[in-house]
């Protein structure tokens, strides 16, 4: 999540830590299909579509919806962007196609089931597991839109540019003059000034302004009562009878709000997530999932940034972040170390506890009873540190088990950096 546009208008720091920030917005992630049905309740305009999960489905779906189609657009639905540019790992090229009636189920059966690689997806790639149909709209123009959360202006802020379409990570390297911002009051809503401004800086070429600043209106409504962290819409498309769509949008809902957004989050999709972050929610355990080689185990989240930093600093790189919270369990840290196990990615592992409220000896015997029902294939090094430290470091001692122990953080980093490659 969170690569693209809006790491680089957003976030700034460059450092592992404000990135972490950036990503600890919790968030739901919808399917295409999902959204268009959200959207086109609020009025926004949205291309006719039907999603479906079987090739057998595709003939009595098109009957139903698309009984006069020549041609269709044929999506996959993966939580991922990218997807017109993306690759199949079965050889397809394109996660969106667009074909005449009669060719429908034939790509749509080389779709489904099938893992579709894209630039947001990582080299794994993501199943496919349904295809969007969709009225084939004659786009005349291609435009960017988004609505996010801004730490600046600490309020939603509206983002648009008149060139969108597919990558806008490119454009907004190229052409960062293009793109307009356009903070919103969140007391006060959006005002038709506001709405104004955003329809400026898409630049339609055929379509009613009033009937676009009213499109914007509605979109800032979606956001606000549906509790979304994100809401881009990309193409934000122009049709040759001069109709604002809405061409494809991904929306995200912070999961502070689940408890009042439930028909939202009952659309949580758990086979497209990071399977590290499913385990790591259902033991309540504040794990994000990153690339690198050092698997974290800390407690608190600021020792936790810091410790991804430091590794960093010693030319490392953390494979997550995982703060155990001050007061785990026994059981989440056996959990939380079979997640940092079972990661194939990861080279060494380093726990680094602060004992406070967390005790010392209750993330050792964790450690050691994880340790019994998993294979330990890797490194692990243990900086303990506080509360009931002696009883901590007893634990480890006498479960006979190989540790590096360290001494302090810059140790610690040094030694799983040294350890990992
Ligand atoms: P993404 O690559 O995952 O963002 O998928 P999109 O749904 O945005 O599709 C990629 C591109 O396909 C769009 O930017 C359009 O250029 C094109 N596309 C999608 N739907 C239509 C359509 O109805 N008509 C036409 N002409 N092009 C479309
Ligand atoms: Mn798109």
Redesign the pocket.
Known sequence: MVRGLLNKLVSRSLSVAGKWQHQQLRRLNIH?YQGAELMSKYGINV?KGLAVSSVDEVKSAMQAAFPDAKEL?V?SQIL???????TFKSGLKG??H?VKVDQVEEIAGKMLGQILV?KQTGPQGKVVSKVYL??????TN?MYFAITLDRKTAGPLIIACRK???SIEDLAENFPDMIIKVPIDVFQGITDEDAAKVVDGLAPKGADRQDSIEQVKKLYKLFCECDCTLLEV??M?ETSDNQLVA??A?LNFDDNAAFRQKAIFALRDPTQEDPREVDAAKADLNYIGLDGEIGCMVNGAGLAMATMDIIKLHGGTPANFLDVGGNASEGQVVEAFKILTSDEKVKAILVNIFGGIMKCDVIASGIVNAAKQVALKVPVIVRLEGTNVDQGKRILKESGMTLITAEDLDDAAEKAVKAAY
């Open positions: 295409e291309p657009v999506k991922a962007g990218g997807r017109g540019l993306g996660g969106v667009i894209t969709c009225e084939k709209l004659s786009l291609e969108g379409g597919t990309n193409p498309a061409a494809d991904k």
